[in-house]
């Protein structure tokens, strides 16, 4: 584990590695506050940790029943038992696996009628609670965490946004077709993910290298959300090879 600009980052072989310690360190979180609240994504990057997690749970060595969960996004408008909502893939590739208490669980509403109106609910639910303890986070290709955009300003709150073409198309690789992407999103502001009290980010691919160097080693700048990670009290990230060799760490 090396410490760069105040952020721990554990450099792993593999994929597999980097959802392995991804696991331990959620896990000692888990055990430590059994009745926390933690912060979801989506996305390809943590299904090896979420893999992880149920095969804990299975072997008895992990609990869900206390804990509630909050996730970081929602295309919008989606309907949650379309396979492409983030709904649906926190089910399948998680929750239905766990002992989660069901009312336990917060997903921003894909299926709202008013946009503005569901961020301001989801973000009151948030602070309405004890607050996050940790967060999980994935990395966009063009930095963004969650849907935050490379925007001229950081956002503050839950937030409708309309998708970039860059997300459009990176995300489009989980979709029929390009066109079949939703164009808007409702997302955790990064004032809201920043407000988390631990964030755990997870980085890996060559297709990543890019953005993770400017998120971690550049400038603080909107252009880059994830920069601003670099002004967080308690961020680990872990990051596999490909990603490593680019950061010469
Ligand atoms: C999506 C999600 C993000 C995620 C990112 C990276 O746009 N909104 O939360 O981190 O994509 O996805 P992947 O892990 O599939 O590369």
Redesign the pocket.
């Known amino acids: 584990m090396k410490e760069i600009n105040n952020i721990k980052i554990y450099a792993e072989e593999t994929y597999e590695d980097m959802s392995a310690r991804a696991a331990e360190i959620f896990c000692q979180e888990l055990k430590e506050k059994p009745n926390g609240i933690f912060g979801f994504?989506?996305?390809?990057?943590?299904?090896g940790l979420y893999k992880e997690l149920i095969k804990r749970y299975e072997n008895g060595e992990i609990d869900f029943s206390g804990i509630t969960s909050f996730n970081?996004?929602e295309y919008y408008p989606i309907k949650k038992s379309s396979d492409q909502s983030?709904d649906y893939f926190m089910k399948d590739n998680l929750f239905n696996h766990i002992n989660i208490r069901p009312e336990n669980i917060n997903i921003p509403n894909g299926e709202a009628s008013d946009a503005q109106q569901e961020c301001l609910r989801y973000e009151e639910k948030i602070n309405s609670s004890p607050g996050i303890d940790l967060q999980i986070?994935?990395?966009?290709?063009n930095g963004?965490?969650?849907?935050n955009e490379p925007s001229d300003s950081f956002t503050e709150m839950t937030n409708y946004i309309e998708?970039t073409e860059s997300?459009i198309s990176?995300?489009s690789?989980?979709f029929d077709s390009t066109d079949d992407v939703p164009k808007h999103?409702l997302?955790m502001g990064i004032g809201t993910i920043m407000n988390a009290k631990k964030i755990l980010l997870?980085i890996?691919?060559e297709?990543?290298a890019k953005a993770a160097k400017e998120a971690l080693f550049g400038e603080v700048t909107p252009e880059c959300p994830a920069s601003i990670l670099q002004k967080h009290p308690d961020v680990v990230v872990v990051v596999d090879k490909a990603v490593a060799d680019v950061l010469d760490i």
Do not use: C, Q, V
Request: charged share 15%.
């Open positions: 994504a989506t996305g390809s990057t943590p299904i970081l996004d983030y986070l994935g990395l966009g290709e963004h965490i969650a849907f998708l997300t990176a995300n690789r989980m999103a997302t997870l890996n691919s297709r990543k």
